[in-house]
Each structure stands twice: as structure tokens, then as C-alpha cells.
């Protein structure tokens, strides 16, 4: 057939569609996957680094990433996992970068304990108790900072993001028996933690 018009069963005209029309459609999709996923890949992100700015830039360089690699996305997982798988090997890769440096670097730009303290919902009225859960928040954060990075990356993604084990697997690539038992490591340590500064 020539480049006029198919024909389909139920007799309606389809005119082919262009290259140019097929990217704008493209370029749409994505424009929708970033603006649904957008905060939960910073939110990972920002839990994961405690830096504000480098959460930001690794979340540009993950949508970049994906952006650039969106036609070879094959959908055998969620957009969301696969985004995640991203922004894990991009975390990495920081974490490959900058090993030397990561304690000077997380005291002079990590997030305000404050303010970490504050995104938390709580129900607690007086001034007191909100002291008191900021500084088990922040006693927290700094346990999860001690856990190996593969434990972090799990906990982090299961208790902050809110994945199920299956997403946790594929985002990481390690099987749900591995993830659940870095995830019973982490939280045994957590709480023996928790435990030990009551």
C-alpha cells in the first residue's frame, strides 16, 4: 500500500503516522512518566544521600538517563522499577566516585535533622513530644547511614518508598529471598539500635 490511507475492518480511514508525530508522542508519555514518579526517585534519592542538591542532580541525570534510553524500554517491569533501577546505579556510582569521601562530605551538606523531623507526620501536640521525635528520627537516620549499602538501598526502599518485595528485586536485581533477607538484616540492626539507646 502506498503512504495515502489504511483502511480498517470497521471502514474508518487511518492516516500513517509520521516520524515526527510518533516523537511528539513519545516526548508526551515521558513528560507524564516524570511528572508521576518524579518525587518518589528524588524522595529515594534524598533518603539514600541526605544531600538535598545531590539528590536533585541525580534525579535529573536519572530522568536524563531514561530519556535518552526510553525507546529501548521494553516494559517488562513497571516504569517506576525501571526508573528506580536507575537511580540505584546512579546512587552507586556515587558511592563508587566518592567512597573516600563520604562521612566530610555528608557533615558539611547533609539534610537538617530539623527539618527531616518535620516532613514526618505526627500527632504529637506539644513541643516536647515533637523534640523528642525529631531526635528519634534523626537517631534513626543515623543508623540507617551505618547499614552496608545494599541494606540501606532495601530498607529504604521498602519503608520509605513503600515497594513491595518484588519491585525491591527488580529495581535491584538481586532475587526476593535476597532482598528479604538484607531487609531482616537491616531491621535487626535497627532495632537492636533502637534498643540499645533506651
Known amino acids: 500500500m502506498g503512504t495515502s490511507t489504511k483502511s480498517m475492518a470497521a471502514g474508518t480511514a487511518v492516516k500513517p503516522m509520521t516520524v515526527e508525530t510518533a516523537?511528539?508522542?513519545a516526548g508526551q508519555e515521558?513528560?507524564?512518566i516524570v511528572e508521576s514518579h518524579r518525587p518518589q526517585i528524588f524522595r529515594f534519592l534524598l533518603a539514600s544521600l541526605r544531600d538535598v542538591d545531590l539528590a536533585e542532580t541525580l534525579t535529573q541525570e536519572c530522568f536524563l538517563k531514561a530519556h535518552r534510553n526510553w525507546g529501548s524500554f521494553r516494559g517488562d517491569s513497571s516504569a517506576?522499577?525501571?526508573l528506580m533501577r536507575i537511580a540505584i546505579n546512579l546512587q552507586k556510582d556515587h558511592w563508587r566516585n566518592r567512597r573516600l569521601q563520604f562521612w566530610r562530605h555528608t557533615q558539611t551538606n547533609s539534610v537538617d535533622l530539623d527539618e527531616a523531623g518535620e516532613w514526618l507526620p505526627s500527632g504529637e501536640r506539644n513541643v516536647e513530644q515533637q523534640?523528642?521525635?525529631q531526635e528519634q528520627v534523626a537517631h534513626v537516620w543515623k543508623i540507617v547511614g551505618n547499614l552496608s549499602e545494599r541494606q540501606r538501598?532495601?530498607?529504604l526502599l521498602r519503608y520509605v518508598e513503600e515497594r513491595e518485595l518484588s519491585e525491591i528485586a527488580q529495581a535491584t536485581g538481586l532475587?526476593?529471598?535476597t532482598v528479604k533477607a538484607h531487609l531482616s538484616r537491616a531491621l535487626s540492626k535497627v532495632r537492636a539500635e533502637l534498643r540499645g539507646t533506651r
Open 23 to 25: 516523537k511528539e508522542i
Open 30 to 32: 515521558f513528560a507524564r
Open 80 to 82: 517506576m522499577t525501571w
Open 131 to 133: 523534640l523528642l521525635a
Open 153 to 155: 538501598t532495601v530498607f
Open 175 to 177: 532475587s526476593e529471598g
